[in-house]
């Protein structure tokens, strides 16, 4: 589109861990004034890509092809089960209603919108962040710069799993509030 112009390439070097993921981010155009005045947003990838149109991206207004009935919740394969994961209403709901209080108190559980939910603390439990959560365990994007932005994620997972999937970018309206899906794009397998 007009408003959004970029990429995010992830590469897993032959010689890492297979969970090794290497990301850069980089727009070479990000109309924030429009999209997303604060500057800063969450990203994510999310568990499907359901276009009836053949794009490849999308941006603009909430009601664009970057819906949550378009790319789900986030991509959570190891049952992170954080708030908007692909299994927030399912599976989490009933992992969190097999564990004792203590259990749950003791994994962080909590509560989002009536659905039980873990804390991401990818510092001292990377098992607790869903592997689609990448701002999560890695930190915003700044959309002010058009220079690289590089992540490193040391508990990813397999690029060819996530071979069609969506990362999702969701404006920060403030530091800890960032909702609005403002762009997306699909992944795609290169060698």
């Given at each position: 589109t007009d408003q959004v112009k970029?990429?995010?390439?992830?590469?897993?070097?032959?010689?890492k861990d297979p969970t090794y993921n290497r990301y850069t981010v980089r727009f070479s155009k990000f109309d924030t004034a429009t999209l997303c005045p604060l500057g800063l947003a969450n990203w994510h990838i999310h568990e499907k890509w359901d276009q009836t149109t053949d794009i490849k991206s999308s941006s603009g207004?909430?009601?664009?092809?970057?819906?949550?009935?378009?790319?789900?919740?986030?991509?959570?394969?190891?049952?992170?089960?954080?708030?908007?994961?692909?299994?927030?209403?399912?599976?989490?709901?009933?992992?969190?209603?097999?564990?004792?209080?203590?259990?749950q108190d003791a994994q962080g559980w909590s509560f989002n919108n009536g659905n039980p939910k873990k804390s991401c603390n990818f510092d001292h439990d990377p098992s607790t962040c869903e592997i689609g959560d990448q701002s999560g365990k890695l930190g915003k994007l700044n959309l002010n710069t058009t220079f690289p932005q590089r992540f490193q994620d040391?508990?990813?997972?397999?690029?060819?799993?996530?071979?069609?999937?969506?990362?999702v970018i969701h404006c920060c309206t403030s530091p800890d509030s960032c909702s609005p899906r403002v762009a997306c794009a699909q992944l795609e397998a290169s060698d």
């Open positions: 970029g990429f995010v390439k992830i590469v897993q070097p032959r010689d207004s909430p009601d664009n092809k970057c819906g949550s009935s378009l790319t789900g919740g986030h991509y959570d394969p190891t049952f992170g089960c954080g708030g908007a994961s692909q299994y927030a209403k399912g599976l989490c709901t009933t992992i969190y209603n097999g564990l004792t209080s203590v259990e040391f508990k990813g997972t397999n690029l060819d799993l996530l071979d069609g999937l969506p990362v």
